[in-house]
């Protein structure tokens, strides 16, 4: 018999603690295994992070222990699913972001071997059978049994289900003429992509991949404007590290950029890389993953999930477009994915590459105090010219014709000329749907989620009412829900609204949309994508996906419909996400042999952000953001976490809240402050009050025990939950 310690796949904090559960089966088990097991009345998946033989009998060790010991129903796995090095870096990164090491491993491993109910349902593993020969002979044979002998040993062996007469391939079997082979399937195809052999460096990539090589820093921050050839470096480092034996992991921030930087790979390291992101099939990722995990390939690309790749003997990552927020995951264990590729790196004695224009202000602040490396890529390959800016205050009537409320005259104007040259445009509106809220002009009522509260979104796609932070979906009534009447105002614009107006401006343009409710159906990104580089369309918008990555030779006008989008976002990082947005979204014009130009429309034309970032001018945001930061005391000069409590009575909410906040300052943590409680944007989600007290602090080790400390204090308090967000991307 085993006493077996096992995780519960729930992620609250009071079941944070693993269970002890005896087994007296046959099955191999050990640490890494998933067990099915009774937890309060119901069958549920867990996860063994211990095991020891026992030779006390089951009602000794219940007295010993002082509670009844229930029986695994049964041991799921047939070998440990986590290797040691990624079981090591699940228990850093729950202790890091002080997470529950559940929802680390559930945030490891693809959906089909998660340590949770839903993978059960979840792909096996696809096999392809094959008939092949055991004994080459046609002795006693009728003429038909010796064609299909023959057509097998012509082509060494065929898929069963080739095979015209199911009767005669029995009877061949029967005879022990011919066997059957199983094949694992790998249903994910990638496409196979010509050869392509290093391009020729330029003087300043060939001093970055020297640079970056040399340099005895586990982390380099390769800083390059856009179109100065981050990738070719990328791939020349890869190629250089892959010489050496070793395999490297690349990230990319948005799955739209997923399949370009696979072909990219795939011409240069043909058939030796895999690809990992949340638009495969659970099928697909099942199989990449195994394959992964088997040696099979030394290159993976994909999104932040990736960093968690089964990959040994990694040599290199890197995370292109590192400032991207889409590295930092929203929900439990909250990690970046930038820190989990450190902590992978120092265990494989790797190089770490975060490649951007526009840094992240906490990387470029540790580049120039010299804790990264620094490259830099400060020109355009081919020398060629940054695109031309024009900045259109929205705020004044001349700007506009009668022709649009959304266009500028002088937008209109320089898309008719794109049209003409048959050259191509893409128009950024960072919102999608159509229109921003919808008011009832009888009584002022704002149509709101009732999950969260948030304005709901019309979409005129498929005439619905969206909430684009919890997913709740609304069918359009023509009516107000409050007062009946039919008097409603739709308000605000999103990609569907511009796509409509570019339609109505210029009925013969042909038109693509980019946004995430594009992606809902899948390989609809790539498709858009590969649709718009092969001159399908004139026009794309799209949202800030379309910012970041791509590389299409004949977009020569960029349009941010309304750049000030986000600037008034209650967070500290507000003002550099929406230069960096704009920033890279002007990137995109003008990047082969032709002038780009871009057109920025907003209502803060002097705004330094909106002003800077049409003049790709990051070395001077730098230096201004970071006087602001410096001032309200927010990273990169203090790091920050945020304890949230969650629970169905307020009061209690608040007082427990409160009560953390007080006995914080107690402590006298040096340089620490505390801010709130406060109400989170979302402050009552679900039936669930939500309230947040922010810490900024110097010393990260002291206020990471203390917080392990406030969690296990409140594991005895069921009716809340807690969350800890080391890092928050906002506040």
Avoid: W
Avoid at 215 to 234: A, H, I, N, R
Wanted: one cysteine or more; aromatic letters at 8%; a positive charge.
């Amino acid at each position: 018999m085993k006493l077996v310690e096992v995780l519960i796949e729930r992620k609250a904090n009071t079941l944070n603690r693993p269970f002890s559960y005896i087994y007296k089966g046959t099955k191999p088990v050990d640490i890494g295994y998933r067990v099915l097991v009774s937890f309060a009345h119901k069958n549920v998946i867990g996860y063994v992070i211990n095991v020891n033989d026992e030779k006390r009998s089951v009602e000794q060790l219940e007295k010993d222990m002082g509670f009844r010991i229930e029986e695994i129903i049964d041991v799921i796995d047939d070998k440990p699913l986590l290797n040691t090095e990624l079981m090591q870096l699940s228990n850093e990164v729950a202790s890091h972001y002080v997470s529950p090491l559940i929802s680390v491993l559930q945030a490891m491993l693809p959906s089909s071997l998660k340590p949770a109910t839903s993978a059960m349902r979840g792909p096996k593993i696809a096999y392809d059978v094959f008939v092949k020969l055991k004994n080459d002979t046609e002795e006693g044979l009728t003429p038909k049994q010796i064609e299909l002998v023959r057509l097998i040993r012509s082509a060494g062996k065929i898929l069963k289900k080739d095979c015209k007469s199911p009767s005669i391939l029995q009877k061949l079997v029967d005879k022990k003429i011919v066997e059957f082979e199983k094949v694992e399937k790998i249903r994910l195809e990638i496409p196979e992509y010509k050869k392509e052999h290093k391009k020729a460096l330029t003087d300043d990539q060939k001093k970055a991949v020297e640079s970056i090589l040399n340099t005895d820093k586990t982390v380099t921050l390769l800083q390059g404007v856009t179109g100065s050839g981050k990738t070719e470096v990328y791939l020349s480092i890869s190629e250089k590290i892959l010489a050496q034996g070793r395999n490297v992991l690349m990230l990319v921030p948005e799955i739209s950029l997923t399949p370009i930087m696979v072909e990219y790979f795939q011409r240069r390291f043909s058939g030796d890389v895999a690809i990992l992101h949340s638009e495969l099939t659970p099928a697909e990722k099942y199989d990449e993953y195994r394959r992964i995990s088997r040696g099979e390939c030394h290159v993976v690309v994909g999104a932040r999930s990736a960093i968690f790749a089964p990959l040994d003997n990694i040599g290199l990552i890197i995370l292109d477009e590192e400032h991207t927020e889409s590295y930092k995951q929203d929900s439990l264990p909250f990690y970046h994915a930038r820190e989990v590729a450190i902590m992978r790196a120092k265990h494989f004695n790797s190089k770490v590459v975060l490649g951007s224009a526009t840094p992240s202000l906490e990387t470029k602040a540790r580049a120039l105090k010299g804790v990264y490396h620094y490259a830099e890529l400060p020109n355009r390959i081919n020398k060629q010219e940054l695109p031309k800016t024009a900045i259109i205050d929205m705020s004044k009537a001349y700007s506009f014709s009668r022709e649009s409320s959304m266009f500028s005259k002088y937008l209109i104007e320089q898309l008719k000329g794109v049209l003409e040259r048959k050259e191509q445009a893409i128009l950024l509106i960072n919102r999608r749907g159509h229109s921003g809220y919808i008011t009832c002009r009888s009584c002022g009522h704002i149509i709101k989620c009732p999950n969260c509260g948030i304005a709901l979104t019309y979409h005129r796609d498929d005439n619905l009412l969206k909430c684009h932070h919890c997913g709740h979906v609304e069918l359009n009534d023509e009516h107000c829900p409050e007062c009946g009447s039919k008097y409603l105002s739709r308000s605000g614009f999103g990609t569907e609204r511009i796509v409509d107006e570019v339609h109505k401006l210029f009925p013969e343009a042909r038109v693509l949309r980019l946004d995430s409710d594009v992606g809902e159906v899948r390989n609809n990104i790539a498709k858009t994508v590969e649709a718009f580089a092969n001159l399908e369309a004139d026009i794309l918008v799209g949202t800030q996906m379309i910012a970041k990555g791509h590389d299409f030779p004949n977009v020569t006008l960029v349009g941010v419909v309304l750049a000030d989008i986000g600037l008034s976002l209650p967070s500290f990082r507000s003002t550099e996400r929406a230069f960096q947005l704009i920033t890279q979204a002007v990137g995109r014009s003008g990047r082969a042999d032709k002038v780009g130009q871009a057109i920025i429309q907003t209502f803060n034309p002097y705004h330094y952000a909106i002003v800077l970032a049409s003049k790709q001018n990051y070395e001077a945001f730098f230096r201004k953001e970071m006087s602001v930061r410096k001032v309200a005391q927010y990273p990169p000069y203090t790091y920050l976490t945020s304890l949230e409590i969650i629970g169905k009575n307020k009061d209690n909410v608040e007082e427990i809240i409160s009560k953390i906040g007080r006995d914080i300052e107690k402590q006298n943590f040096e340089n620490l402050t505390v801010l709130g409680p406060v109400e989170p944007y979302i402050a009552y989600e679900n039936n669930n009050y939500h309230r947040i007290i922010l810490i900024k602090y110097k010393n990260y080790d002291k206020i990471n025990q203390y917080l392990k400390d406030v969690l296990e204090s409140l594991k005895s308090k069921s009716q809340i939950n807690v969350k800890v967000n080391v890092d928050p991307y906002d506040f």
